[in-house]
């Protein structure tokens, strides 16, 4: 049986690094991307390939680069992200359209360029990596959640168009886990004499708070790989505490002013 080739977007740190390295224990063929390797010098865990998901060039010459090396692509992981908050009124809308390059445009178009290699192979995986928060509107964190739930949509559309080439498509949606996306993260500014100063400023507060005390990548890592060895992936998967993945329970179960009750006294 051959060893599967594996390419996980924003590959050099967080949860994409601890996807590799697990994957690459298993056996795997593992490449992960990043926009500059000159900022990662002594990483040796995988090789890395650059790639900036917001420009086609660099997805089409990464690709081209990979398929010289191995010939192949079996499993596609868009993990590639950035966060983003602030209150939606006053969100730059130049950083919301940022947002969506990274988050949406962006595993798009990985896929797109991707997708013609796997149906000459008439097989491969994609696993798109949304979020929890991709499932309901969050206060302050609305872009965030408006561009991992249009992925998440979307997943389901590619699945059924590209099933009769033999791929499969799914999304793994991740809870809070401790990376460094808090780093890379666009906080519109508290502004003083902003309507929502307090409550925003609260929510930061408790946002950083989460990051710092997330779960381990490698509980993500080791989802992947069930996903990856399971014969008929389902659509969507998720990842976390109880409370987070419960949460999306509640939200089918509850009415939907209680759920939103709910979310405003977790925000607050």
Wanted: contains cysteine; charged residues 20%; hydrophobic residues 35%.
């Amino acid at each position: 049986m051959k060893t599967k080739v594996v390419l996980i977007t924003g590959g050099s740190s967080g949860i994409g690094k601890a996807i590799g390295i697990h994957l690459k224990e298993k056996g795997y063929k593992v490449y992960g991307t990043t926009r500059s390797k000159s900022k990662y010098p002594s990483f040796s865990d995988f090789p890395l390939l650059e790639m900036d998901v917001r420009n086609v060039e660099t997805i089409k010459s990464c690709i081209a680069s990979l398929l010289e090396l191995e010939n192949r692509i079996d499993v596609l992981i868009n993990n590639a992200g950035v966060g983003i908050t602030g209150p939606m009124e006053e969100t730059p809308h130049e950083e919301v359209l940022k947002a969506f390059a990274t988050n949406f445009n962006g595993p798009l178009n990985v896929m797109n360029n991707v997708l013609p290699v796997m149906r000459e192979q008439k097989e491969g995986l994609i696993i798109n990596i949304t979020s929890i928060a991709g499932y309901m509107g969050l206060p302050y964190r609305g872009i965030y959640s408006a561009s991992k739930g249009a992925l998440e949509i979307v997943t389901e559309s590619y699945r059924m168009e590209t099933k009769s080439f033999g791929i499969k498509l799914t999304t793994l949606a991740p809870g809070d886990f401790a990376t460094n996306i808090a780093s890379g993260r666009y906080h519109t500014p508290v502004y003083e004499n902003s309507a929502y100063r307090n409550a925003y400023k609260s929510t930061l507060e408790a946002i950083d708070a989460d990051v710092d005390s997330g779960g381990n990548p490698a509980d993500v890592a080791k989802k992947i790989a069930k996903i990856i060895e399971t014969k008929n992936p389902k659509p969507h998967y998720q990842v976390g505490s109880f409370i987070q993945k419960f949460s999306l329970t509640l939200k089918n179960l509850l009415p939907g002013l209680w759920f939103e009750k709910l979310l405003e006294g977790h925000s607050s």
